[in-house]
């Protein structure tokens, strides 16, 4: 069987997708809720570019799967008509916007949550979309090329977000060194190898992000420095949301994401 057509190549993809869907939910949350007009429309743009991916690489795992074993597949399927134990994302992208005390109590949506975590995700896909641009799956490759130019506007706005809150009042760096308190030891999840992404690196499909942790961790250490930030003391833990185990948050966020089309099956939008 060509590499290409491979069990764990559309696993991957669908890693790549599944991160970008629900991670461009949660950012749709923001949508009329945002602190400022200009960030409600800055998080709705991140949303959709998020979601674009999704859709290109879903599309993408669609003609995977038909090579694999014949299964037409579309990506409202891929979306909306998988169980939670079948989607395959950190499980970072998945934790609401409230911080730490989520697991308990539903408090306001948290502005720091949503900046501190943007900028964790969007400095490892900048150099995940950097690196797949190399890919020998070619249309992986040109989906890498476009959404690393997005990419680079998420992690410029996170950033600099990141800078504003961690060296901003008193409340600000409180309530943004809390977040990334809170969010930092769901990172280790980005670079624990396992089998998948061991057979698509050996097939030239995609790098192990292992191989750039040091350039993640560079990046993240500059940026904590600006803000006056410090990172916490790293965890032995390592979620398993791309294993398909997931949080406590994950199916209330699907049961509202997948509601309207499981609703009307067969519909069209």
Same mark, same amino acid.
């Given at each position: 069987?060509?590499?290409? &057509?491979s069990?764990?190549?559309?696993?991957?993809?669908?890693?790549?997708?599944?991160?970008?869907?629900?991670?461009?939910?949660?950012? @749709?949350?923001?949508?009329?809720?945002?602190?400022?007009?200009?960030?409600?429309?800055?998080?709705? =743009?991140?949303?959709l570019?998020?979601?674009?991916?999704?859709?290109?690489?879903?599309?993408h *795992?669609?003609?995977?799967?038909? @090579?694999? =074993?014949? =299964?037409?597949k579309?990506?409202?399927?891929?979306?909306? $008509?998988?169980?939670?134990?079948?989607?395959?994302?950190?499980?970072?992208?998945?934790?609401?916007? $409230?911080?730490?005390?989520?697991?308990?109590?539903?408090a306001?949506?948290?502005?720091? /949550?949503?900046?501190?975590r943007?900028?964790?995700?969007?400095?490892?896909?900048? +150099?995940?979309?950097?690196?797949?641009q190399?890919?020998?799956?070619?249309?992986?490759? *040109?989906?890498?090329?476009?959404?690393?130019?997005?990419?680079?506007?998420h992690?410029h706005?996170?950033?600099?977000?990141?800078?504003?809150?961690?060296?901003?009042? +008193?409340?600000?760096?409180?309530?943004?060194?809390?977040?990334?308190?809170?969010?930092?030891?769901?990172?280790?999840?980005f $670079?624990?190898?396992?089998?998948?992404? &061991?057979? /698509?690196?050996? @097939?030239?499909?995609?790098?192990?992000?292992?191989? $750039? %942790?040091?350039?993640?961790?560079?990046? /993240?250490?500059?940026?904590?420095?600006?803000?006056?930030? %410090?990172a916490?003391?790293?965890? &032995?833990? /390592?979620?398993?949301?791309?294993?398909g185990?997931?949080? %406590?948050?994950?199916?209330?966020?699907?049961?509202?994401?997948?509601?309207? *089309?499981?609703?009307?099956?067969?519909?069209?939008?």
């Amino acid at each position: 069987m060509n590499s290409k &057509q491979s069990p764990e190549h559309l696993a991957y993809v669908l890693r790549l997708a599944d991160n970008a869907l629900i991670l461009g939910q949660r950012n @749709a949350e923001w949508c009329s809720h945002g602190p400022a007009l200009e960030e409600d429309i800055a998080l709705a =743009n991140i949303s959709l570019d998020l979601i674009g991916q999704a859709r290109l690489l879903y599309t993408h *795992a669609a003609t995977l799967e038909a @090579a694999l =074993n014949g =299964n037409t597949k579309t990506e409202d399927d891929y979306a909306y $008509f998988r169980s939670e134990r079948e989607f395959a994302n950190y499980t970072i992208a998945e934790l609401p916007h $409230f911080g730490p005390l989520a697991g308990t109590t539903r408090a306001e949506r948290d502005y720091a /949550v949503t900046i501190v975590r943007n900028f964790l995700y969007s400095a490892l896909m900048i +150099e995940a979309w950097s690196a797949l641009q190399a890919s020998s799956d070619a249309q992986l490759a *040109a989906i890498a090329a476009k959404s690393i130019k997005e990419t680079s506007y998420h992690l410029h706005h996170a950033r600099d977000w990141l800078v504003r809150l961690g060296d901003g009042t +008193e409340e600000s760096h409180r309530r943004a060194q809390a977040a990334l308190d809170y969010l930092m030891p769901y990172t280790r999840e980005f $670079f624990a190898t396992d089998t998948i992404e &061991q057979a /698509v690196a050996d @097939a030239g499909i995609a790098p192990l992000t292992s191989e $750039f %942790e040091a350039a993640w961790r560079e990046q /993240v250490a500059s940026a904590l420095e600006e803000a006056t930030l %410090e990172a916490p003391v790293e965890v &032995q833990h /390592v979620t398993t949301g791309k294993q398909g185990e997931h949080s %406590e948050h994950m199916g209330y966020l699907l049961a509202e994401m997948q509601s309207v *089309a499981r609703q009307h099956p067969g519909a069209r939008w």
